[in-house]
């Protein structure tokens, strides 16, 4: 995977000034211990899985993304290290109330910190039938944020939800 990244990288020197970024993320964004995800959601849901892929999708004509499953410390280039930090997804779909999801994450360039962010998202019931696919709807929503963020990354940024506390 390190060397489709470095690919992608000359392969933006090469086009001039208009080079798209090249972005490192895991293809999975880890739970935190602490997140309050119930082992059902970590095992059915596939929530993990799905933000770095929404995210890719997303951020297309932003930045390219390449998603490895390799270790990311030691990865050239910007690097966007993310974390799922809190889950309140009770089983019963919309019938149990609304899902909430914050991920937390941070763009690093060759090993610093130039960006952070907090994006937190709730799905309320609606035409969606299960927990899951409620969660689906979570991740694509921060996959949008997150692309949208990444066109002008700040220190200390809240996004989605978060914006409005």
Not at 19 to 34: G, L, R
Not at 106 to 111: I, K, M, Y
Not at 135 to 140: C, D, E, G
């Amino acid at each position: 995977m390190r060397f489709a990244a470095l690919v992608l990288t000359m392969l933006a020197m090469a086009s001039g000034a208009d080079a798209k970024d090249v972005i490192t993320i895991s293809k999975f964004t880890p739970f935190a211990e602490d997140s309050g995800a119930t082992d059902a959601v970590k095992e059915e849901c596939k929530f993990e899985e799905r933000v770095p892929k929404y995210l890719q999708s997303e951020a297309k004509k932003i930045a390219d993304i390449v998603l490895t499953d390799e270790p990311l410390d030691g990865v050239e280039g910007k690097v966007l290290y993310m974390e799922i930090t809190h889950v309140f997804a009770q089983g019963g779909g919309g019938w149990s109330g609304g899902k909430n999801v914050e991920v937390e994450g941070e763009l690093r360039e060759n090993g610093e910190v130039i960006a952070s962010f907090t994006v937190d998202r709730t799905a309320i019931f609606g035409m969606t039938p299960g927990t899951c696919s409620m969660l689906k709807r979570v991740a694509k929503k921060i996959g949008e944020d997150l692309a949208e963020w990444l066109e002008a990354p700040e220190m200390n940024s809240m996004l989605g939800d978060a914006a409005a506390d």
